[in-house]
């Protein structure tokens, strides 16, 4: 396939063109050349900037554009107008946060987030779920029935920017006591942007349309599950200490962010963030690796970071320890 990505240098952008190389397709990328500018010389690069200069989408055509970029309505808008007439098709990366409302199980029929003022072009964090549903909308409308929506949950493996699932791996795999959030059997969900690239290129390959969630593993896999591969594909020493979310309130632990895949239980609003429902992907074959292959990858990439890095999510160390000592003080009085 001839295949336009907008993006492509990093993190599931890398991971869709480095698949589509693997799959001998043909890869343009489009993208503003700041970031990884260096990466896949054997492709064709064209710059512009998804705010307004599109000049290099004017020619071309395309079978397949793969948008992992877009976060404004306006930005799909653009460049699936731009591109109508010249491709087959469109695949649009959007995201499970779309969804209005988590306190119910969530399927691709559930209804998706509003903005008050969907022509603001507010890109703050709570206006994310709202306008990546715009932005569906814009791709579908630009190419009726030539539109594939998929709707990612936590994306994770090498190059992951966020250091959301990459927190748990590293921290496990340097043993001792570890704080973790209860409670033990909480669901999480995730996907390794391999497995989510393969199956994008694949169904752009089918010229499959449509929307789906686009997460895993195929079955429910509680938080204790994920920390226990975790500890046994390091061989580290981890210890484990469940700390009550009343603690971890008092001690103004945020979710998600100091801890990652932790939402609070008692947050029902949140209840099936981390439950979507993908039997639809699946059947239409999307797959998933071993979760000890991504934590091995997922190490091996973060072992070659800067020393001093600073990390992006999770807790330090030291505020880690002394949470810690305060829940065994606690329990000792």
């Known amino acids: ?31 503003r050349g700041l970031t990884n500018p260096d990466l896949y010389p054997e492709t064709e690069k064209l710059h512009g900037d998804r705010g307004g200069d599109l000049a290099a989408l004017s020619t071309g055509t395309f079978d397949v554009v793969i948008d992992t970029s877009g976060q404004l309505p306006r930005q799909v808008k653009g460049s699936a107008g731009l591109l109508a007439d010249r491709v087959s098709h469109y695949t649009f990366v959007s995201s499970i946060s779309v969804y209005a409302d988590f306190s119910r199980p969530v399927d691709e029929s559930a209804p998706v987030a509003t903005l008050e003022d969907p ?19 814009a791709a579908e409308a630009a190419m009726p029935g030539r539109t594939l929506v ?3 949950g936590l994306i994770v493996g090498p190059y992951d920017p966020t250091d959301r699932f990459t927190y748990w791996p590293h921290r496990v795999a340097m043993g001792g006591e570890v704080l973790a959030p209860q409670p033990a059997e909480a669901a ?10 393969a199956w994008m290129l694949d169904m752009a390959a089918r010229r499959a ?46 979710a998600w962010s100091d801890l990652p895949l932790y939402v609070p239980p008692s947050d029902a609003s ?18 998933f690796r071993p979760l000890t292959e991504t934590i091995h990858d997922t190490l091996s990439w973060a072992a070659t970071r800067p020393t001093d890095y600073t990390w992006k999510a999770g807790i330090t160390r030291e505020r880690e320890a002394a949470l810690l000592e305060s829940w065994a003080g606690r329990s000792r009085s």
């Open 150 to 152: 998929v709707r990612p």
């Open 209 to 254: 349309t449509g929307t789906y969630n686009a997460t895993g593993p195929e079955t429910r896999q509680a938080m204790a599950s994920l920390l226990e591969t975790c500890k046994r594909e390091s061989g580290s020493d981890a210890e484990f200490t469940w700390v009550s979310e009343q603690f971890l309130n008092e001690q103004k632990v945020e």
């Open 119 to 137: 022509d603001a072009e507010d890109d703050r964090p709570e206006n994310y779920g709202g306008n990546k549903a715009l932005c569906e909308q």
């Open 1 to 31: 396939m001839r295949i336009l990505v907008l993006g492509g240098t990093s993190f599931l952008g890398r991971h869709v063109v480095e698949a589509a190389l693997a799959g001998h397709h043909e890869v343009t990328l489009f993208n």
């Open 188 to 197: 999480v969900q995730y996907i390794d942007a391999r497995d989510l690239a």
């Open 270 to 287: 949140f209840a099936n963030f981390l439950a979507a429902d993908c039997r639809r992907a699946i059947a239409d074959g999307l797959r």
